[in-house]
Structure formats: structure tokens, C-alpha cells
């Protein structure tokens, strides 16, 4: 996955996509609903990944394999996907409404 067709794939699934330049790759940053979800690239691989709940400051560190199941997750399945990325794992792994 690259920076770009991550912007493109969150744009198509509503999310507000903005991202900043780094010198070591890019920043992608998606926001929803109160979410925000950060995805930082070293070139165009992801290299970390946090997500902020509404009202919350302080991003959780997620599994860089649930960032798809994120982007096209339902605001309603965002919570329950947050809960089973945190733990490292991919969340379709762990529920089958995933997608």
C-alpha cells in the first residue's frame, strides 16, 4: 500500500484525508466521525500507525495490517475494530464483520 492510494481508498469511503510531506515519507492523516487515524510512511511503506477515538488526545499504536480494515470499516465497526488492532492482531482475523 502506498500513501496515495491510501488517500484515494479513504477519500472513497469518507473519510477527510489530508497528508504532510516528511522527508523520510509522508503522513496520511484520516478523520471521521470524531476518529483519527494516522498513518506515517517510510517511502511508501507503512511504518507505524495510531488511531485517536473522538474526545480523546492520546493515539493507540495499531497493527499496520488492520489500516484497510480501517478504511473501510462502517463508524459503527471503528470501536470494535480499534479494540482488536490494539492488541496486534488483524482485526478480520479476530471477527468476521471486519468487511
Avoid: Y
Avoid at 16 to 37: A, E, H, K, N, Y
Avoid at 82 to 88: C, E, L, S, V, Y
Amino acid at each position: 500500500m502506498n500513501p496515495h492510494a491510501l488517500a484515494h481508498r479513504a477519500h472513497r469511503h469518507g473519510w477527510d484525508v489530508q497528508t504532510i510531506p516528511r522527508s523520510s515519507g509522508p503522513v496520511v492523516i484520516l478523520q471521521r466521525d470524531g476518529w483519527c487515524l494516522e498513518i506515517a510512511f517510510d517511502g511508501h511503506a507503512p511504518k507505524a500507525a495510531t488511531a485517536n477515538e473522538p474526545g480523546h488526545n492520546l493515539g493507540r499504536r495499531l497493527h499496520l495490517r488492520s489500516i484497510n480494515d480501517f478504511v473501510q470499516s462502517s463508524p459503527e465497526q471503528i470501536g470494535q475494530l480499534t479494540h482488536a488492532a490494539i492488541g496486534g492482531e488483524s482485526p478480520a482475523a479476530r471477527a468476521s464483520w471486519a468487511r
